[in-house]
T-cell receptor, first 113, second 108 residues
Framework: SQTIHQWPATLVQPVGSPLSLECTVE??????LYWYRQAAGRGLQLLFY??????ISSEVPQNLSASRPQDRQFILSSKKLLLSDSGFYLC????????????FGPGTRLTVT | RKEVEQDPGPFNVPEGATVAFNCTYSNSASQSFFWYRQDCRKEPKLLMSVYSSGNEDGRFTAQLNRASQYISLLIRDSKLSDSATYLCVCSGTYKYIFGTGTRLKVLA
């Protein structure tokens, strides 16, 4: 069965510091991968999605970037965090073709201070 | 106008009640539709996909009305454990648009 991992689970970072969040998927090949952010009391905002290694589509211009160095690894980064980057970051995957259901990792709760 | 709109609630219902949520979407080209459940401070979990013919999974029934561009979720015989936020989702090939969710509280 497929499993999706995210780490760290929680993170407190000062404004201006860098960020690196990692997501890995097990048990499947060639997944579509997604990064979302959920601000407190808000809906999910799609940040990036990837259909293959090195292929990243950005949905919202901001100080975040994403990379996919391996088939089942997705990384979210920032060089300098802003207060507004605080939120619940969720990685998700689905099959590249066929089924469209998305499955989420446990998330990283980021607080920028 | 939001692409996916839901009544935020909360819907407070007694145990055993039947409750229904609606969700409207603006993009008529949306291909797939889903309901997710999200518990407080947890990740969303797939509850069910929504098909044009309607589908049922135990106490849960989902329906899609493409002409009016809405989907619905019906929960029968509500349990305390059904208390959560229910997210409506519409998708194209790659992009998924989530509603902000409807909060349900089932009361003892």
């Amino acid at each position: 069965s497929q499993t999706i991992h995210q780490w760290p689970a929680t993170l407190v970072q000062p404004v201006g510091s860098p960020l690196s969040l990692e997501c890995t998927v097990e048990g499947t090949s060639n997944p579509n991968l997604y990064w979302y952010r959920q601000a407190a009391g808000r809906g999910l905002q799609l940040l990036f999605y990837s259909v293959g290694i090195g292929q990243i589509s950005s949905e919202v211009p901001q100080n975040l970037s994403a990379s996919r160095p391996q088939d089942r690894q997705f990384i979210l980064s920032s060089k300098k965090l802003l207060l507004s980057d605080s939120g619940f970051y969720l990685c998700a995957w689905n099959l590249r073709q066929g089924a469209f259901e998305q499955y989420f990792g446990p998330g990283t709760r980021l607080t920028v201070t | 106008r939001k692409e996916v709109e839901q009544d935020p609630g909360p819907f407070n219902v007694p145990e055993g009640a039947t409750v229904a949520f609606n969700c409207t979407y603006s993009n008529s080209a949306s291909q797939s539709f889903f309901w997710y459940r999200q518990d407080c401070r947890k990740e969303p979990k797939l509850l069910m996909s929504v098909y044009s013919s309607g589908n049922e999974d135990g106490r849960f029934t989902a329906q899609l009305n493409r002409a009016s561009q809405y989907i619905s979720l019906l929960i029968r015989d509500s349990k305390l454990s059904d208390s959560a936020t229910y997210l409506c989702v519409c998708s194209g090939t790659y992009k998924y648009i989530f509603g902000t969710g409807t909060r349900l509280k089932v009361l003892a």
